[in-house]
């Protein structure tokens, strides 16, 4: 059964870090591209990062770079995603999905999602 699997998120001050990780299970996650995203109360799903399947190749949105680095270990089946500087408005359910090709930021060109993990940023 394939299967994916987010972790890592909870409670943070402002200006604190968090690495979510994003276990799959039941298929090789090596081929694929995977993509973080978040949806905020009230809010649209909007995507955050997304990494090819060597690793080699990322991309993150805009208002993101510099403060989120996503990674991958294949030998693992698991990627992560390192956030740092956290903000309020970081606030949101992240997820990960994967794609078989090119990355892309529509969460519609996505599948096999996972339930989502809570990331809060309050003081």
């Known amino acids: 059964q394939l299967q994916l699997v987010e972790s890592g998120g909870g409670l943070v001050q402002p200006g604190g870090s968090l690495r979510l990780s994003c276990a799959a299970s039941g298929f090789t996650l090596g081929v694929y591209y995977i993509g973080w995203f978040r949806q905020a109360p009230g809010k649209e799903r909007e995507a955050v990062s997304c990494?090819?399947?060597?690793?080699?190749?990322?991309d993150y949105a805009d208002s993101l770079k510099g403060r989120f680095t996503i990674s991958r270990d294949n030998a693992k089946n698991t990627a992560y995603l390192q956030m740092n500087s956290l903000k309020p408005e970081d606030t949101a359910v992240y997820y990960c999905a994967v794609r078989g090709v090119r990355c892309s930021d529509s969460p519609l060109d996505f599948g096999s999602w996972g339930q989502g993990t809570q990331v809060t940023v309050s003081s």
């Open positions: 990494i090819s399947p060597s690793g080699r190749s990322t």
